[in-house]
C-alpha cells in the first residue's frame, strides 16, 4: 500500500463524486441506521469545542452549530469539499475553522484544545489507524470525547447470491483494494479493517471506550425496508459500527 497513491486516488473521487456518496451519512446519523437522536453519544454540545475529521460538506458541523457548540473545526482531505463546506456553512449563518490535510499529517490543530473529535464514516479511510488514533488523542483535552462510525467489516465480507447472503471474503483480510461505490464513475482504495484492529489501536492511542454500537435502529429499518437492499441486509447482521471512547 502506497499512502501518497491511496491520498491521490481517494482525493480525487471526494472532489469529484463525493455529495453522491455521502448524502446519506450527515449527523444525526452515524451512517445506515444508527442515529444520535437515539443513542445520544453526543448529548449536549452547547458551549464545547468540536472538531470533525472528514467534514465533508459541513452538514455534520450544521448540526452542531445549530446545537449552540461554542468552536467548529473540521478537516477534509478533499480542498473542493473544503470549498463546499465554507459556502454551505455561511449560507447557515455559522462559522468553522476548516483545514484541507489527511487526517494522518500534522496540519495545524491545536493539542489539548477540544472536548469533542467525531467522524462518520471517514476514519476507515486512513493509511495509518494508529498514527491517526494517536494524532486524535492529542488534540482532544484530558477526558476529551472520541466518537467514529464506519462501515461494520462483518458487512464488508458479504454478498447477496440470489436469496441468500454468502460469505465472499476472509473477515481478517485488510488488504487494501479498488472499489466502485454504488456504480458512479471513479474508484477509491479501501481496506477492511477489524474490529479488533480498530479497539487496540484506541487502546494504544490511549483512550478507554465507553460504548460501542452495532446494532441496527428498527425504527429507521422500518421507514426504509421497501428502499433498497441495504435494509435487507440491515435485518440479518450489522451494517455500520460506532465507538465512543474517552482521553485518559
Given at each position: 500500500m502506497n499512502k501518497q497513491s491511496v491520498h491521490q486516488t481517494n482525493t480525487l473521487y471526494w472532489d469529484t463524486q463525493a455529495n453522491d456518496f455521502l448524502k446519506a451519512i450527515v449527523l444525526p446519523l452515524y451512517g445506515a441506521f444508527?442515529?444520535?437522536?437515539?443513542?445520544?453519544?453526543?448529548?449536549?454540545?452547547?458551549?464545547?469545542?468540536?472538531?470533525?475529521?472528514?467534514?465533508?460538506?459541513?452538514?455534520?458541523?450544521?448540526?452542531?452549530?445549530?446545537?449552540?457548540?461554542?468552536?467548529?473545526?473540521?478537516?477534509?482531505?478533499?480542498?473542493?469539499?473544503?470549498?463546499?463546506?465554507?459556502?454551505?456553512?455561511?449560507?447557515?449563518?455559522?462559522?468553522?475553522?476548516?483545514?484541507?490535510?489527511?487526517?494522518?499529517?500534522?496540519?495545524?490543530?491545536?493539542?489539548?484544545?477540544?472536548?469533542?473529535?467525531?467522524?462518520?464514516?471517514?476514519?476507515?479511510?486512513?493509511?495509518d489507524l494508529e498514527g491517526t488514533f494517536k494524532r486524535i488523542a492529542s488534540y482532544l483535552r484530558k477526558d476529551g470525547v472520541f466518537i467514529f462510525s464506519w462501515s461494520h467489516p462483518i458487512h464488508r465480507c458479504i454478498v447477496q447470491e440470489n436469496d441468500r447472503f454468502v460469505l465472499n471474503k476472509p473477515y481478517h483480510d485488510e488488504s487494501w483494494y479498488l472499489v466502485n461505490p454504488d456504480d458512479v464513475q471513479g474508484e477509491l482504495t479501501l481496506s477492511d479493517r477489524t474490529l479488533s484492529t480498530y479497539i487496540n489501536a484506541l487502546a494504544t492511542a490511549g483512550f478507554v471506550i465507553e460504548q460501542m454500537i452495532e446494532e441496527t435502529d428498527q425504527e429507521i429499518l422500518q421507514q426504509h425496508a421497501e428502499e433498497n437492499n441495504l435494509a435487507k441486509r440491515a435485518t440479518m447482521f450489522p451494517v455500520t459500527f460506532v465507538i465512543k471512547a474517552r482521553k485518559l
Amino acid at each position: 500500500m502506497n499512502k501518497q497513491s491511496v491520498h491521490q486516488t481517494n482525493t480525487l473521487y471526494w472532489d469529484t463524486q463525493a455529495n453522491d456518496f455521502l448524502k446519506a451519512i450527515v449527523l444525526p446519523l452515524y451512517g445506515a441506521f444508527v442515529s444520535e437522536e437515539k443513542h445520544q453519544l453526543l448529548g449536549d454540545v452547547s458551549g464545547k469545542k468540536l472538531l470533525e475529521i472528514g467534514c465533508g460538506n459541513g452538514q455534520s458541523l450544521q448540526y452542531h452549530g445549530e446545537r449552540q457548540a461554542a468552536e467548529l473545526w473540521g478537516m477534509d482531505i478533499s480542498k473542493n469539499q473544503i470549498e463546499k463546506a465554507e459556502q454551505h456553512l455561511t449560507a447557515c449563518g455559522l462559522s468553522a475553522t476548516l483545514i484541507c490535510s489527511p487526517m494522518e499529517e500534522e496540519c495545524g490543530v491545536p493539542i489539548d484544545y477540544f472536548d469533542i473529535v467525531y467522524s462518520i464514516y471517514a476514519i476507515g479511510w486512513t493509511t495509518d489507524l494508529e498514527g491517526t488514533f494517536k494524532r486524535i488523542a492529542s488534540y482532544l483535552r484530558k477526558d476529551g470525547v472520541f466518537i467514529f462510525s464506519w462501515s461494520h467489516p462483518i458487512h464488508r465480507c458479504i454478498v447477496q447470491e440470489n436469496d441468500r447472503f454468502v460469505l465472499n471474503k476472509p473477515y481478517h483480510d485488510e488488504s487494501w483494494y479498488l472499489v466502485n461505490p454504488d456504480d458512479v464513475q471513479g474508484e477509491l482504495t479501501l481496506s477492511d479493517r477489524t474490529l479488533s484492529t480498530y479497539i487496540n489501536a484506541l487502546a494504544t492511542a490511549g483512550f478507554v471506550i465507553e460504548q460501542m454500537i452495532e446494532e441496527t435502529d428498527q425504527e429507521i429499518l422500518q421507514q426504509h425496508a421497501e428502499e433498497n437492499n441495504l435494509a435487507k441486509r440491515a435485518t440479518m447482521f450489522p451494517v455500520t459500527f460506532v465507538i465512543k471512547a474517552r482521553k485518559l
